[in-house]
Nanobody
């Protein structure tokens, strides 16, 4: 079993940046695909980004492409989400996700979820 704990959320002005971290414990995530999702109030959970276990492959949701960057440090058992040029519509609870399946069509279905961290972008 893998436990995922997000940190780094907070309040930021539009145009600003935040870096989220996801620390894993209980098991090494070296061989796991990892990703990020988000959920805004009243909306369904939305895919944000995914990264392969080596870090060599990434894929992003259309709404964040070019602004967000996912990365990982397997030695630290940690995954990151660098968020730049933030917009008010990026306001959501951001969830770290791990394991599971990332298929040929870029559908990612994780096996593990964190508790989430709130990101609020003011206009």
């Amino acid at each position: 079993q893998v436990q995922l704990v997000e940190s780094g959320g907070g309040l930021v002005q539009a145009g600003g940046s935040l870096r989220l971290s996801c620390a894993a414990s209980g098991r090494t995530i070296t061989s796991y695909t990892m990703g990020w999702f988000r959920q805004a109030p009243g909306k369904e959970r939305e895919f944000v980004a995914v990264i392969s276990w080596t870090g060599s492959s990434t894929y992003y949701g259309d709404s964040v492409k070019g602004r967000f960057t996912i990365s990982r440090d397997n030695a630290k058992n940690t995954v990151y989400l660098q968020m730049n040029s933030l917009k008010p519509e990026d306001t959501a609870v951001y969830y770290c996700a791990g394991g599971g399946r990332w298929d040929y069509y870029n559908n990612y279905q994780p096996a593990y979820w964190g508790q989430g961290t709130q990101v609020t972008v003011s206009s």
